[in-house]
Structure formats: C-alpha cells, structure tokens
C-alpha cells in the first residue's frame, strides 16, 4: 500500500519509532492529517474529503473578529463533538456550504443572526439545497449555543415542507442491456459500471474500491458519507468483469494519468459513458444504486437484506424497493391464479 503514489500527499516517518503517517498538503488549502496507510479504507476516505475541501481563505483566522460569524464557523471545525463527529463525506459538503455562507456574511455577529435571517434566506433555495443547506447551518447553531455564542438557535422551529418526488431515476434493465451493449468485458467503463451495480455503493466509495479491498471473495467499504463499514460478497459476474480488466494499480479506477478520480470528475466520465450507450441524461451512477437495490428486491430480499449491502441507515427507502417488488409478485400471482396457471417464483439478483 505504501507504493501508492496519491497526488498532494506527503509522507514522514517517526525518528524514534519509525512509524509512517502521512499528510495532505496542497498550495492554498488546509493541511489535513491522514490516517492509517495509503489504500486503506480510512486513508481514502479522508482524502477524498481532503481534495473536496474548498481553498484556504489566507488570513482568515486573523481577520475574523471574536463573535463573528467567521470566527464561529473556525471554531466549529475544530469542535471533535460537532464538525469532527461528522463523517468524511458530510464533512467536505459542510464545509463546502459554510465557506460559502462564511464568505457572504462572515463578518456579522453570530449572536445577532435572527430567525427571519435564516427563513429567508431558505425561502430564495430549491428544495433539495435549502435542506442541506438548513441542516448546516443548524449544526453551526447548536454548536455556538453550546460554547455560549450564541442564546438560543434560530433554526429550531423552522422546518421545510417536505418535497413529493420520485427523486433520483433508477436504472431500468433495457438502460442497463443499452450500456452493456455498448461497454465490452476488459474496459474501464464496464468495470465502472459492474462496481456500481454489484455493490450498491455511492460514487464516493466506488472510485475508492480496489484490489486489496477484496479478501476471499468478501469487499470491504467503508462508506464515505457514513463511515459505515460493509463486508460484501463479490458477485460472480463482478468479479468476471475484474478479473478480464487490466490494471497496473490496486485502485480499480483511475484517470489516464493514474490518479485517483474525485467524485465529480468520475460523475462526468460516467456521464460520457453514458452518452456512449445513448442513454437518456436522467442516467447517473446514483441511479445504478437505485436499480441494484431494486434488482435485491425483486430477488426476494427483505429491507434489512437490501440496508445489508447498501448500507443504507433508515430502512424507509429501501422498503418501497421491497413493497413495489411485492406488490408486483402478487399481482403476477393473481393473475397467473385466474388463468389457471402456477405462481410466478421470486426473481433473481442477475
């Protein structure tokens, strides 16, 4: 793992106990410490946060007075009970929310912000990025609370409407026949696609996968966004598809040049990917972790199954997977009863 050669990474190693650690270091950002070796699921993990992370604002911390909004939000991050219990991954979008707000009200006392700040604030924001947006913010505010910044959080009584969508589109199979059609066994793309799919992982944990993730025929993830850690069983196909994909790094994909994809560079080469296959634009690697949560679920898997693999939290999204999947093998019984035929038997994950 040590050989692993990650841009903005710097290694060291103890004089007196020899022991190695290693830092992100890149001109004009934060210096961020990583743990554990290059290749483990903890050293990616924090490193992705790391290249995630928005630009040092130089002098920042000079030039935000006591009180300020500014000041807090430094406060914030150095907090191990609020910002550094967060998962790498919600850390990074966090972060990313805040420096902006930081940047545009900074220089106001934290104390003063009013509720009618923040309700207008969100009312100027779709749906989606008012919730991430609140959910920061609130964060913020229980933490100045908590170091008497501020008396009370303004965010406490506001609450969003929730939003009626079908959310992210999930893969159908005639859209996965159309890639597979069009990406041959052996290429980056069809192995992009295989982790996607077999794995019901994010994006963030895919482009982390690789070869020594893999211990007798189990994938270890630990997830980004959760830091949730999930031991997988390799799909047969899965597995076919890697082993026919020539690599020279322990990391499954990488960029022409080696490096490790971040996230949004890896979610626009798979938008060429599918463009290839001609694909609707709806199309997207999120999607694929859709489509293998309903592939679970039409296999006979129950929620707690599905959460098994996926990883997810709360069972209450995976459960309208599994209550469409058995809504749909009943009406197929029904009908196969009123023509006199057998029962149509649970599907399978292929």
């Given at each position: 793992?040590?050989?692993?050669?990650?841009?903005?990474?710097?290694?060291?190693?103890?004089?007196?106990?020899?022991?190695?650690?290693?830092?992100?270091?890149?001109?004009?950002?934060?210096?961020?410490?990583?743990?554990?070796?290059?290749?483990?699921?903890?050293?990616m993990?924090?490193?992705?946060?790391?290249?995630?992370?928005?630009?040092?604002?130089?002098?920042?911390?000079?030039?935000s007075?006591?009180?300020?909004?500014?000041?807090a939000?430094?406060?914030?991050?150095q907090?191990?009970?609020?910002?550094?219990?967060?998962?790498?991954?919600?850390?990074?979008?966090?972060?990313?929310?805040?420096?902006?707000?930081?940047?545009?009200?900074?220089?106001?006392?934290?104390?003063?912000?009013?509720?009618?700040?923040?309700?207008?604030?969100?009312?100027?924001?779709?749906?989606f990025?008012?919730?991430?947006?609140?959910?920061?913010?609130?964060?913020l505010?229980?933490?100045?609370?908590?170091?008497?910044?501020?008396?009370?959080?303004p965010?406490?009584?506001?609450?969003?409407?929730?939003?009626?969508?079908?959310?992210?589109?999930?893969?159908?199979?005639?859209?996965?026949?159309?890639?597979?059609?069009?990406?041959?066994?052996?290429?980056?793309?069809?192995?992009?696609?295989?982790?996607?799919?077999?794995?019901?992982?994010?994006?963030?944990?895919v482009?982390?996968?690789?070869?020594?993730?893999?211990?007798?025929?189990?994938?270890?993830?630990?997830?980004?966004?959760?830091?949730?850690?999930?031991?997988?069983?390799?799909?047969?196909?899965?597995?076919?598809?890697?082993?026919?994909?020539?690599?020279?790094?322990?990391?499954?994909l990488t960029?022409?040049?080696?490096?490790?994809?971040?996230?949004?560079?890896?979610?626009?080469?798979?938008?060429?990917?599918?463009?290839?296959?001609?694909?609707?634009?709806?199309?997207?690697?999120?999607?694929?972790?859709?489509?293998?949560?309903?592939?679970?679920?039409?296999?006979?898997?129950?929620?707690?199954?599905?959460?098994?693999?996926?990883?997810?939290a709360?069972?209450?999204?995976?459960?309208?997977?599994?209550?469409?999947?058995?809504?749909?093998?009943?009406?197929?019984?029904?009908m196969?009863?009123?023509?006199?035929?057998?029962?149509?038997?649970?599907?399978?994950?292929?």
């Open positions: 793992m040590s050989k692993i050669r990650l841009p903005y990474v710097q290694a060291f190693r103890d004089k007196k106990t020899g022991h190695p650690y290693h830092y992100f270091r890149r001109p004009g950002f934060d210096r961020v410490p990583l743990p554990g070796l290059p290749g483990s699921a903890e050293f993990a924090a490193y992705q946060a790391a290249l995630a992370q928005p630009a040092a604002e130089i002098g920042a911390a000079k030039r007075r006591a009180g300020s909004v500014s000041a939000i430094m406060a914030y991050y907090s191990p009970l609020y910002f550094g219990s967060l998962a790498p991954g919600t850390q990074a979008m966090r972060r990313a929310i805040l420096e902006r707000f930081r940047v545009e009200h900074g220089d106001k006392p934290i104390a003063m912000l009013p509720q009618k700040f923040i309700a207008l604030t969100l009312a100027r924001m779709r749906p990025a008012a919730r991430n947006w609140l959910k920061a913010i609130r964060h505010m229980q933490f100045a609370v908590s170091v008497s910044l501020r008396k009370d959080d965010t406490q009584s506001i609450k969003l409407p929730s939003v009626k969508t079908d959310g992210i589109y999930t893969w159908t199979e005639q859209d996965i026949e159309a890639y597979e059609g069009a990406h041959a066994i052996g290429t980056k793309a069809r192995l992009a696609f295989a982790l996607l799919l077999y794995t019901a992982q994010r994006r963030s944990d482009i982390r996968m690789g070869r020594q993730h893999i211990r007798d025929s189990i994938l270890q993830v630990r997830q980004a966004k959760t830091g949730t850690t999930l031991d997988i069983p390799v799909h047969p196909k899965l597995q076919e598809i890697i082993d026919a994909t020539p690599g020279e790094h322990l990391m499954f960029t022409k040049t080696g490096k490790s994809y971040s996230a949004n560079d890896f979610s626009d080469q798979f938008r060429v990917w599918c463009d290839d296959a001609e694909l609707p634009k709806d199309c997207s690697a999120h999607g694929l972790r859709k489509a293998a949560c309903r592939r679970l679920a039409e296999a006979g898997c129950s929620a707690n199954e599905i959460a098994a693999i996926s990883g997810h709360s069972l209450s999204e995976v459960q309208r997977y599994t209550k469409a999947a058995e809504q749909l093998r009943m009406a197929q019984n029904a196969a009863r009123l023509k006199g035929r057998a029962p149509k038997t649970k599907g399978s994950l292929d």
